[in-house]
C-alpha cells in the first residue's frame, strides 16, 4: 500500500492559464474523489469515480472543470481559464468498493494564482 | 509550510493528559462516520471510523463516541502527546451516496 499520490504538490500559474493536476489511487481502491480545500475549511467534495465512471459531480464544479479517469485507475482534473478563487488545495481520495469504506486522502496540489 | 485552518477553534492540552475533540453532525440520514487528523502541508489523514449501529469503538489511544440522539460525534485521545498536534476533522456519510461531508475542524495544540 503505496497511499494515494498527487502530482505536482505545488502549482503557481497566472490568472487565465489552465492546468492539470494527476492523482493515482490507491492500486486496489476502485473509486476515486477530489476535494478542494481552503484555508479553515474542510474539504468539499467536487467528483467521484467508480472505476472510469464519472458518477457524482458537484455543484462547485463549474464548466471550467473538468476531470477524468480514463482507464480506471489515475485520474486527472483540470481547470481551464484559471481565477484567482481558483486558489485552493485540491485533494484526492480513494476508497474500496462497498458502503462504509474509508477514503484515504492523497498530500494534495496546493494551487495558487497570480 | 502553511498551516491548516487559521481561523479553527483550538483546544490546548498538556502533554500527558487526555484530549476530547468535538464535532455536531448535521444529517440524520449519515449512517458512517470517520475521524481525521490533518497536519499542516498534508492531506487528512485516517484516524478512525464508526457505523451508525454502535456508539462507541476504541484503537489505539483514540475512542469515538456517537450520540445519534443529538447528532454528536466525539474524539477521544489518551495521554496526548507532542506528535499529536493538527487539525482534527469529522466526516459523516449519508447513506446510500458516496459524499462525505467534513466538519469546520477543530486544532489541537499540545503544549509540553
Known amino acids: 500500500d503505496t497511499g494515494v499520490s498527487q502530482d505536482p504538490r505545488h502549482k503557481i500559474t497566472k490568472r487565465g492559464q489552465n492546468v492539470t493536476f494527476r492523482c493515482d489511487p490507491i492500486?486496489?481502491?476502485?473509486?476515486l474523489y477530489w476535494y478542494r480545500q481552503t484555508l479553515g475549511q474542510g474539504p468539499e467534495f467536487l467528483t467521484y469515480f467508480q472505476n472510469e465512471a464519472q458518477l457524482e459531480k458537484s455543484r462547485l464544479l463549474s464548466d471550467r472543470f473538468s476531470a477524468e479517469r480514463p482507464k480506471g485507475s489515475f485520474s486527472t482534473l483540470e481547470i481551464q481559464r484559471t481565477e484567482q478563487g481558483d486558489s485552493a488545495m485540491y485533494l484526492c481520495?480513494?476508497?474500496?468498493?462497498?458502503?462504509?469504506?474509508?477514503?484515504?486522502f492523497g498530500d494534495g496540489t496546493r494551487l495558487s494564482i497570480l | 509550510g502553511e498551516s491548516v485552518g487559521l481561523h479553527l477553534p483550538t483546544l490546548s492540552v498538556q502533554e500527558g493528559d487526555n484530549s476530547i475533540i468535538n464535532c455536531a453532525y448535521s444529517?440524520?440520514?449519515?449512517?458512517?462516520f470517520i475521524w481525521y487528523k490533518q497536519e499542516s502541508g498534508k492531506g487528512p489523514q485516517f484516524i478512525i471510523d464508526i457505523r451508525s449501529n454502535m456508539d462507541k469503538r476504541q484503537g489505539q489511544r483514540v475512542t469515538v463516541l456517537l450520540n445519534k440522539t443529538v447528532k454528536h460525534l466525539s474524539l477521544q485521545i489518551a495521554a496526548t502527546q507532542p506528535g499529536d498536534s493538527a487539525v482534527y476533522f469529522c466526516a459523516e456519510n449519508i447513506g446510500g451516496t458516496y459524499k462525505y461531508i467534513f466538519g469546520t475542524g477543530t486544532r489541537l495544540k499540545v503544549l509540553a
Open positions: 481520495a480513494s476508497s474500496r468498493r462497498g458502503d462504509n469504506q474509508p477514503q484515504h
Open positions: 492500486s486496489e481502491h476502485n473509486r
Open positions: 444529517n440524520s440520514a449519515s449512517d458512517y
